[in-house]
């Protein structure tokens, strides 16, 4: 029903910068929140970022986790169906692999909001 791809992961020193994709397609009409996660080995998975989709929404907003305030930057791009996490400043702790999750409203109305993972794509930080 919705695909979801991530990519722009790599390998960096601390201190650098990266920016990464999320690309939805498919059936997208009714998405309304886009999410950024990250999980090291042997870790839980944690949110890293939220923000709001439809175009049509005359207001906006964004979520980030706490490890992260100050140096991620969430973004969309509603008509290319993308949005974008530019990580600045990055540290060896943000070593992870970083996976996007769209979530759409339910067909029904008894059903909960539906997600959509992608893949997951690797990025490592050096010291």
């Known amino acids: 029903q919705v695909q979801v791809v991530e990519s722009g992961g790599g390998l960096v020193q601390a201190g650098g910068s990266l920016r990464l994709s999320c690309a939805a397609s498919?059936?997208?009409?009714?998405?309304?929140?886009m999410n950024w996660f990250r999980q090291a080995p042997g870790k839980e998975r944690e949110k890293v970022a939220t923000?709001?989709?439809?175009?049509?929404?005359?207001?906006?907003?964004?979520n980030y986790a706490d490890s992260v305030k100050g140096r991620f930057t969430i973004s969309r791009d509603v008509a290319k169906t993308t949005v974008y996490l530019q990580m600045n400043s990055l540290k060896p702790e943000d070593t992870a692999v970083y996976y996007c999750?769209?979530?759409?409203?339910?067909?029904?109305?008894?059903?909960?909001?539906?997600?959509?993972w992608g893949q997951g794509t690797q990025v490592t930080v050096s010291s």
């Open positions: 923000i709001n989709w439809s175009g049509d929404w005359s207001g906006g907003w964004t």
């Open positions: 999750r769209a979530d759409q409203f339910p067909p029904d109305t008894e059903s909960p909001p539906s997600t959509f």
């Open positions: 498919g059936h997208t009409g009714d998405l309304y929140a």
